[in-house]
T-cell receptor, first 109, second 116 residues
């Protein structure tokens, strides 16, 4: 069936460290792929998206590339900040939305 | 442009009480959704409305009812609240839904519900 699998957290990093949060999906067809971010006490905000294979979504220093051959959409950032501490959700949309379970990121000064 | 708004922000209920969660969007979107978020379980779809006048069950509809009042508003009702319904509830909207839709969903700030 259709599903999204993302790495479990929490992920704890020091400021300026490199971030990778893995995401893979199972879907038929060619879905659109998303990363959402949820800051404490808030709703989900769209971080970036990609709509077709090999597309790279980017925003606020975060990047993710739509890899059809590996059905993956890993989130990366070269240098994280304390303000990036949040929960990150991978999702895809193909007729309906499927969300991963979320990965909590803690960035320490 | 407020996006998606939800009321109330926080609510405490006793078991058996009823309440309605309100959601409104000002983006002229056709589709609206209600999710619940529980620790370690991500987001689960309760109900959705692909367009004005239609509603459909999602993954966890039991114990809930919805009303798509007009294009802007989509409410979620708990007729007889249970402790298992303690959760954070999010409303979302998208330009259109179903039928191959790949558009982005936009979320409200959430309603935190505690059922004692």
């Amino acid at each position: 069936g259709n599903s999204v699998t993302q790495m479990e957290g929490p992920v704890t990093l020091s400021e300026e460290a490199f971030l990778t949060i893995n995401c893979t999906y199972t879907a038929t067809g060619y879905p659109s792929l998303f990363w959402y971010v949820q800051y404490p006490g808030e709703g989900l905000q769209l971080l970036l998206k990609a709509t077709k294979a090999d597309d790279k979504g980017s925003n606020k220093g975060f990047e993710a590339t739509y890899r059809k051959e590996t059905t993956s959409f890993h989130l990366e950032k070269g240098s994280v900040q304390v303000s990036d501490s949040a929960v990150y959700f991978c999702a895809y949309n193909f007729n309906k939305f499927y969300f991963g379970s979320g990965t909590k990121l803690n960035v320490k000064p | 442009n407020a996006g998606v708004t939800q009321t109330p922000k926080f609510q405490v209920l006793k078991t058996g009480q009823s309440m309605t969660l309100q959601c409104a969007q000002d983006m002229n979107h056709n589709s609206m959704y209600w999710y619940r978020q529980d620790p370690g379980m991500g987001l689960r779809l309760i109900y959705y409305s692909a367009s004005e006048g239609t509603t459909d069950k999602g993954e966890v509809p039991n114990g809930y009812n919805v009303s798509r009042l007009n294009k802007r508003e989509f409410s979620l009702r708990l007729e007889s609240a249970a402790p298992s319904q303690t959760s954070v509830y999010f409303c979302a909207s998208s330009e259109r839904g179903g039928g191959g839709g790949r558009e982005t969903q936009y979320f409200g700030p959430g309603t935190r519900l505690l059922v004692l």
